[in-house]
């Protein structure tokens, strides 16, 4: 806008300013108002988005496959190897009998060796029959071997081993590798004085004298007090 040429130079000079200061007024609206339309038009998108969710059908619910059955992994068993260390009861080395022929004398002696081994070992046996076919595998010689074979052919011929049981056993051995007349013979030496202590050392003769009144049946202790010499 043109100012008449008489205008005073203060008037035009304020006209001047506010003309500037209006035009700067009219670009901060301009500005503004094009944020305004900006952010009035996200404003709107957003809404409608909105909307259409809202107004939306909902989806159909989707069915979850059923979960797969798995068998739970095997439990092994512990092995032994891998178990808590026993501890085994340690035990002798048991001597075997000796080898037995057929003499009365030391039938005894054998008989005892194989209880004495029975007994501390059982474990070895689970039955008599074992027990009496172990004690007759000693049976090397003379009149034993011969005894054990006859007991053999009867179970050949028969189908059943003739002694059963480890009692039964017991009584034929001493019946045949005993002495007949041990009892009276043990009698006739504790009587006499053969069987005295003589030149042997106590221990010997106390075994000794031990064996023959057990042969001799005596058990009275004022009886074996006197025939202790």
């Not at 000079?13 to 901060?28: S, V």
């Not at 059963?164 to 019946?175: G, M, N, P, T």
């Not at 003589?198 to 010997?204: A, L, Y």
Request: aromatic share 10%; net charge negative.
């Amino acid at each position: 806008m043109s100012l008449p040429v008489d205008t005073p130079p203060a008037v035009a000079d304020a006209l001047g300013y506010l003309q500037h200061h209006l035009q700067e007024l009219t670009e901060r609206q301009n500005a503004s108002e094009h944020v305004i339309n900006n952010t009035l038009a996200d404003l709107t998108a957003q809404i409608q988005q909105l909307t259409q969710l809202i107004t939306a059908p909902a989806p159909a619910p989707t069915v979850a496959p059923p979960p797969l059955t798995t068998s739970p992994p095997p439990v092994n068993s512990p092995s032994p190897v891998l178990s808590a260390p026993t501890k085994q009861q340690t035990r002798p080395k048991l001597p075997s009998p000796p080898d037995f022929s057929s003499e009365q004398t030391s039938g005894r002696a054998f008989l005892n060796s194989c209880t004495l081994y029975l007994h501390l070992a059982p474990e070895q046996f689970s039955c008599d029959e074992e027990k009496i076919f172990w004690t007759l595998a000693f049976f090397k010689d003379g009149h034993a071997a011969r005894w054990s074979k006859n007991l053999f052919r009867q179970e050949a011929d028969t189908g059943v081993f003739p002694i059963q049981s480890w009692a039964d056993f017991e009584r034929h051995f001493q019946s045949q590798f005993f002495l007949v007349n041990a009892e009276a013979d043990a009698v006739n030496a504790l009587e006499g004085s053969s069987y005295y202590q003589g030149n042997r050392m106590v221990d010997d003769y106390l075994d000794c004298f031990l064996t023959l009144v057990s042969d001799a049946g005596y058990t009275d202790p004022r009886t074996l007090v006197v025939k202790f010499c």
